[in-house]
């Protein structure tokens, strides 16, 4: 109690702000280690201060750190990046340390951190902590709480970690450009106690949803509500990591959100309990079993799930968020007749093909060309054919023989013998139905209010 009182003591006598680094300050800045591979990095086991049990960071990596007199200090450049959201596509985004979202950072409840911030953007920037409790100086809110920090300038924060938990980081200044360019990342604040909280293996990732246009390399950052692709960790099926655990393992999944509307996250297989939110852990006793939790705008969730072996999607359950570069003014032509307008189109435009009379599912096995840069709608080919899935969809896979530490994409579960779906063969009696009512001149047409995805 007493650190407590002490920590807001000083946050206010103080009036404790982020500040510009001096020149000789410069000189003896941590090492800034850049990643740009979208390839996810061996969590990063700490060889000095506290230990802890490290997170695996979805199609990425956590930043390195130094020890100074006590104090963990982290540099973070903020720069321009390119991201592969999957084989095929790249786009220009801004970022951090090479890559957005930037570096995962991990510290331990207790530790004083010290993190630099350079600037390499256009503009100036700032880094708000979100969800961590720290003076207000330090809080990051561009021209409220301290000043912007300016392009080419570097700035310090620098503040105790009074409580373990899932965070994210992320600027305040210019937010609807810099965070819909990429700008963000997480925070984790492990316990001091390493047995509590304990898991096997413990993912993290973040939501983030962009509007690039089919053969475009740079997100429109003007959008509201209208995006085309949504990502975790700025990746998109089947470019998503599989999270990949050994059966009978304690695994906590880590979600932070920062798009514009809410993700109902959908694990198929075990279920989960949510362990975690944005105030921190949950008690055991207030703890309630789920398979989908709803993650909102800026909040953090975390579950656990004890692994069963098998191969378990997990993906987004609006399903809209599971497709890529998806057109939103298609009409639905389920049902139409192309036949005769077809004919005579394929005779002006002979590779012409008729789409969505029959449903969409088609989209999942064409090859259709696309214009350079841009994503299947549909894709993903499993060991029994098109998946037909993109944007916000990945899997659990959880194997027997997995080795302690193995994040490799073990390929697809072999299914136990006649434990897999099957065509029935034998004979199938139609049932009796009643007759359906005849459309006549009085029957009214109702069709959907077209404007696109708004209040999604």
Known sequence: MSNRRNFFKAAGAAALSATAVSRVGAASLPDAVYQSSPTMQPPLVPNTGRPYNPVATLNGWSLPWRMNNGVKEFHLVAEPVVREFAPGMKA??????GSSPGPTIEA???????????????????????GILLPSGMDGVGGLTQPHIPPGKTFVY??????SGTHMYHPHADEMTQMAMGMMGMFIIHPKDQRQMRVDRDFVFLLASYDI?????????????????WTWNSRVFPGIDPLVCRTGDRVRVRVGNLTMTNHPIHMHGPHFVVTGTDGGWVPPSARWPEVTTDVAVGQMRSFEFDAIAGDWAIHCHKSHHTMNAMGHDVPNMIGVDHKGVAERISKLVPDYM??????????????????DNTLPMMTGTGPFGPMEMGGMFSVVKVRNDVQRGDYKDPGFYKHPEGTVAYEYTGQVQMPTRAPAPQADSKTINVRKPSGGHTNH
Do not use: C, Q
Request: without cysteine.
């Open 92 to 97: 220009n985004l801004w970022g951090y340390n």
């Open 108 to 130: 331990v409840e207790g530790d004083r951190v010290r993190i630099f911030v350079t600037n390499k953007l256009p503009e100036h920037t700032t880094v708000h902590w979100h």
């Open 158 to 163: 620098e503040f105790t970690l009074l409580r």
């Open 213 to 229: 246009e089919p053969g475009a390399a740079t997100p429109k950052t003007s959008e509201m509500t209208d995006f085309n692709l």
């Open 354 to 371: 008729v789409m969505g009379d029959k449903g969409m599912a088609d989209m999942g096995a064409m090859e259709m060309p696309l214009p």
